[in-house]
């Protein structure tokens, strides 16, 4: 695997899920290598819909990323999904251990791990990309290729996790474009490897 090449290391909320009880009469919520019954109280219900309002109308979702000035605006909606996702996990801090907000944890950690990659591909910054309009240049091609793949398998990764919060909520998912969604199944080849699958 090349170091530019960008996957989502999941083992630790995998491990979570893992060690979560068994239940025989909730939903069934599928993530990369597992598959789980979760029952959720009615807390989790509203948070999820209140989550799946907000975050389904974010342009990180909605908006075909193409372009130097994308990078830019990508990162701000990725800044405002975080922040939906931290505001939900304070109202569901009494139940840190819960299966709405481990699946939230899969969000923003995956997100932490986009910005470091990010960071790693040296990208203009705000102020590199005003003075490279002046002279009419732009961000070097490779680096964003790199980039919107990266951007890509991000963006697979939150629409199947609200896919999944969605069952939670009994709630399907508002706004995005058909153009813009995602296949039901896990793209297992987007993240890291975990030593077995297993099903619950």
């Given at each position: 695997m090349s170091a530019l090449d960008f996957k989502i290391d999941i083992s630790d909320i995998?491990?979570?899920?893992?060690?979560?009880?068994?239940?025989?009469?909730?939903?069934?919520?599928?993530?990369?290598?597992?598959?789980?019954?979760?029952?959720?109280?009615?807390?989790?219900?509203?948070?999820?819909?209140?989550?799946?309002?907000?975050?389904?109308?974010?342009?990180?979702?909605?908006?075909?990323?193409?372009?130097d000035d994308c990078i830019e605006l990508a990162v701000t909606s990725l800044e405002e999904i975080r922040q939906t996702v931290v505001n939900a996990q304070v109202e569901l801090s009494h139940d840190s251990q819960g299966g709405l907000y481990l699946l939230l944890d899969s969000i923003r950690d995956a997100i932490r791990q986009f910005l470091t990659f990010e960071e790693r591909l040296n990208l203009p910054t705000e102020r590199d990309l005003k003075m490279r309009r002046r002279k009419d240049m732009c961000c070097p091609a490779d680096t964003r290729d790199f980039y919107f793949a990266a951007l890509e398998v991000l963006r697979a990764h939150i629409h199947r996790v609200l896919l999944q919060v969605s069952k939670i909520a009994d709630f399907p998912i508002p706004r995005i474009a058909d153009a813009m969604r995602y296949a039901d199944d896990w793209e297992l080849t987007s993240y890291r490897t975990l030593p077995m699958p297993n099903k619950r």
């Open positions: 995998i491990g979570r899920f893992r060690q979560l009880p068994a239940c025989v009469d909730g939903v069934t919520v599928k993530l990369p290598f597992l598959e789980i019954a979760l029952k959720s109280s009615n807390v989790e219900k509203k948070v999820a819909r209140e989550v799946l309002i907000r975050i389904s109308d974010r342009r990180i979702l909605n908006a075909s990323e193409c372009c």
